[in-house]
């Protein structure tokens, strides 16, 4: 894609929630007005590049879309008389003027209005608590990040009318819960700040390792999550935990030039080459994480944040301060515990305290069923056994994980581990 026609899909998809806040905010029809940007913003995709940039985008996406809004309705109204006409309910001379005729005026005179972004406000009415995280992702995705059907479906590996299927229920969710488009409070806004927090934690998650497929990473994924958690930060400059998310991704980003081989192939944490490592990402991480742990409570994403800040602030692995990580991980457990991060804290036990200590503590995580199917606790037992010198077992965890992990990358590089022990 040539650098004139990349930065304008780059700029449509930052409009696209300022745009969609201009019209559920003049209209009130979230459904619709969402329709309405996704056809603007594919209007965009091909006349810009052909035409120009306009002299004002936001404008133009604003009044193309509010078109498209008024065109709908006018053929909903248009065939709601037909019906009503030919059932012979009452007279066609007799219907009255449609609503949508009287929104023309008033969709193209505010069409270049400047309005607050509405990104925050968006998230948050996407993330509604009557809707599953999926739905969440998938919704946040469109009416916040701007992708295409299409798009959503090939990251989740999922056929175009599964996702639209998805989008449509939540849209009808939406609508079913009567949310309108106002900034919660209390209880509900906090509520929702931490499911908006959420659902971008799950998608930066699924770019930097994706869960199906040939990829083992979709850096458009982690590109759009970094960009709506920088929003969100913009919007509540003064929450811990919106930097902490910000740094958490900043910092695990920075990696990723050394996360694959010349060939593609999957390079570990341990065995990647840190002179890679991107320091611009690393310092505003830091950067982040220090002022709001220095200036706000902490929480979850902060303290994921500073295991990732002091694995990046670390020449070798060997020099990586385990007990400091072992640490946070227990503070991470009081507060947010859970078998992912209990499978962390036996990795960091096991770098502190030797393989057995951490061979313990996944043998109770084993006991519990928690992260039976899942491919990283047989990963990381293989990788404990390993060390032991139990090379069978290892080999036999490293197979096992091998089967369970739907990822094509992490797939052969278990497999490789499996062949060379």
């Known amino acids: 894609m040539e ?10 998809r930052s409009l696209a929630p300022q745009v969609l806040g201009a019209l559920v905010r003049r209209y009130g029809d979230f459904d619709r007005a969402e329709d309405a940007v996704q056809e603007a913003l594919l209007a965009a995709s091909t006349q810009w590049p052909r035409d120009g940039m306009p002299h004002d985008p936001r404008a133009w996406l604003v009044r193309v879309a509010s078109r498209r809004l008024i065109d709908h309705w ?19 001379d007799a219907l009255v003027e449609s609503p949508a005729d009287s929104w023309v005026e008033a969709g193209d005179a505010g069409a270049g209005d400047a309005h607050a972004d509405d990104t925050l406000t968006l998230l948050l009415l ?18 916040v990040g701007g992708l295409t059907t299409a798009e959503i479906a090939s990251a989740f590996l999922v056929p175009e009318s599964t996702m639209a299927q998805r989008i449509s229920r939540a849209k009808q969710g939406i609508r ?7 900034m919660p409070e209390g209880d509900e806004l906090r509520q929702r700040m931490a499911a908006v927090l959420h659902v971008l934690y799950l998608v930066f998650n699924e770019g930097y390792t994706t869960s199906h497929g ?7 994924l982690t590109r759009e999550a970094i960009r709506l958690t ?8 003064d929450d811990g935990e919106v930097a902490g998310l910000l740094a958490l991704m900043l910092l695990t980003e920075a990696r990723r030039p050394a996360r694959t081989a010349a060939d593609g192939s999957l390079v570990p944490l341990a065995e990647q080459d840190r002179s890679l490592w991107l320091s611009d990402p690393i310092d505003e991480g830091v950067g982040l ?4 742990l220095a200036a706000t409570p902490v929480g979850p994403y902060q303290l994921q944040a500073a295991i990732a800040a002091v694995h990046d602030e670390a020449a070798t692995v060997e020099s990586t301060d385990w007990e400091q990580v072992l640490t946070l991980y227990e503070m991470l457990e009081r507060t947010a515990p859970g078998p992912m991060v209990t499978l962390g804290r036996a990795v960091a036990v096991a770098m ?9 503590l996944v043998d109770d995580l084993e006991r519990s069923g928690s992260l039976v199917r899942s491919h990283r606790l047989h990963s990381v037992r293989a990788h404990l056994l390993e060390q032991v010198g139990d090379r069978e077992a290892a080999r036999e965890s490293y197979l096992v994980a091998a089967g369970l992990t739907t990822s094509l990358p992490e797939r052969e590089y278990l497999q490789r581990k499996a062949a060379r022990v």
């Open 3 to 12: 650098a004139g026609v990349e930065s304008g899909e780059q700029l449509w």
């Open 74 to 92: 006018r053929a909903d109204d248009a065939r709601a008389r037909r019906e009503r006409a030919d059932a012979g309910a009452v007279p066609t």
């Open 126 to 143: 996407c993330c509604h608590p009557a809707l599953t995280p999926p739905s969440q992702v998938a919704l946040t995705l469109r009416a």
């Open 176 to 182: 079913a819960e009567g949310a309108q488009f106002l």
């Open 214 to 220: 040939s990829q083992l990473q979709r850096v458009d």
């Open 230 to 237: 920088r929003a969100a930060r913009e919007l509540l400059p």
């Open 289 to 292: 994480l220090t002022w709001s």
């Open 352 to 360: 502190a305290r030797g393989p057995q200590e951490g061979l313990a």
